[in-house]
């Protein structure tokens, strides 16, 4: 009996496995389909000065707007990680952050708007030179843009593409270490990253209103942050005690549901020009 509920246990196995591959196959051909009829947009989540409250910048988000209902990128980007369709669908976030800048610059909006971007885009060669040929013939400058990148790919990053950050950098453009508190980061090795934000993931501050130690952890963490010459943004803030903290124990900037939830463009650019941009956290 144990023999034959083992082979239940392989074949059941290989079913999910079977399953599995397949859901990723149709994935896979819908992602394709997806990125040819041009089914993804960014939305834009404001940041936010911790002591004013006043707008800083903006992350862009990407979207998959689905024939059957809008999808948040954890459900599609790793399969877009795994096939390498990230290259494509990164081509034209870069096409459509460099676009969104230029009509910003255009209507005097100099606040700065951070990209994501994944390991297997700053591995692949000609992407630093397209995100600098886009920004340039947007016509806005460098320094608009920030390049959001995770803690673990600094960490393990290649001499080539740590190379082609620094150069964006030297353009102007800033850098910043995402999800900080995540990963295994090398603190000797911060140091010598070419970073100019780090933001504390939400796991760091989700609690600071709560617990005692956590508020601690934080402002221990904001001090390395500084220590390093860098400034300090807290993510996914959701209270206005969350912020209030954060501002207290020195965290420079906040993004978060409590400051705005990610918004399209025109909603984002309404909620620029309302009180609510400059007086949020006033109170
Ligand atoms: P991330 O860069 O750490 O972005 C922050 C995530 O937290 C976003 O999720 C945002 O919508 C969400 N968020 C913002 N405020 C709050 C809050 O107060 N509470 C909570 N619980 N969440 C909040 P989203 O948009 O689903 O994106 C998930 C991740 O996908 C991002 O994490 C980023 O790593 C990646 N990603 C998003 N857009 C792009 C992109 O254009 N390119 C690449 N390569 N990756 C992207
Ligand atoms: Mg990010
Ligand atoms: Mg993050
Ligand atoms: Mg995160």
Redesign the pocket.
């Known amino acids: 009996a144990a023999k034959a509920g083992g082979r239940g246990q392989v074949h059941a196995f290989d079913a999910t496995l079977a399953a599995g591959l397949a859901a990723r196959k149709a994935l896979e051909q819908e992602l394709r389909a997806g990125i040819d009829r041009g089914e993804f947009g960014?939305v834009f989540?404001p940041q936010v000065l911790a002591a004013t409250g006043s707008v800083c910048g903006a992350?862009?988000?990407?979207r998959w707007h689905h024939p059957d209902g809008m999808r948040?990128?954890?459900s599609f980007?790793p399969c877009a990680e795994e096939t390498g369709l990230?290259i494509e669908l990164?081509d034209r976030?870069v096409q459509d952050v460099a676009a969104t800048i230029g009509r910003w610059h255009e209507k005097g909006i100099r606040h700065r708007l951070s990209?994501?971007?994944?390991a297997r885009?700053l591995d692949h060669a000609s992407f630093v030179r397209k995100l600098r040929d886009a920004v340039a013939s947007a016509g806005a400058p460098a320094s608009m843009l920030e390049l959001?990148l995770?803690e673990s790919l600094l960490m393990g990053c290649s001499e080539d593409a740590l190379d082609a950050v620094t150069l964006l950098r030297g353009d102007g453009a800033s850098i910043a270490l995402?999800?900080f508190g995540t990963g295994f980061s090398s603190i000797a090795r911060l140091r010598e990253l070419p970073i100019d934000r780090v933001k504390l993931d939400?796991a760091l501050t989700i609690h600071v209103a709560q617990s005692e130690e956590a508020r601690a952890i934080a402002q221990a963490l904001v001090g390395l942050v500084h220590g390093l010459g860098c400034t300090a943004v807290a993510?996914?803030?959701?209270s206005a005690d969350q912020a209030k903290i954060l501002r207290m124990i020195g965290c420079d900037v906040l993004?978060?549901?409590?400051i705005a939830?990610?918004m399209e463009e025109a909603a984002f650019l309404d909620w620029l020009g309302s009180p609510a941009a400059g007086r949020r956290l006033a109170s």
């Open positions: 960014l989540q992350e862009a988000l990407v948040l990128p954890g980007l990230i990164g976030i990209v994501n971007i994944s885009e959001e995770k995402d999800d939400r993510e996914g803030i959701e993004q978060g549901y409590a939830a990610p």
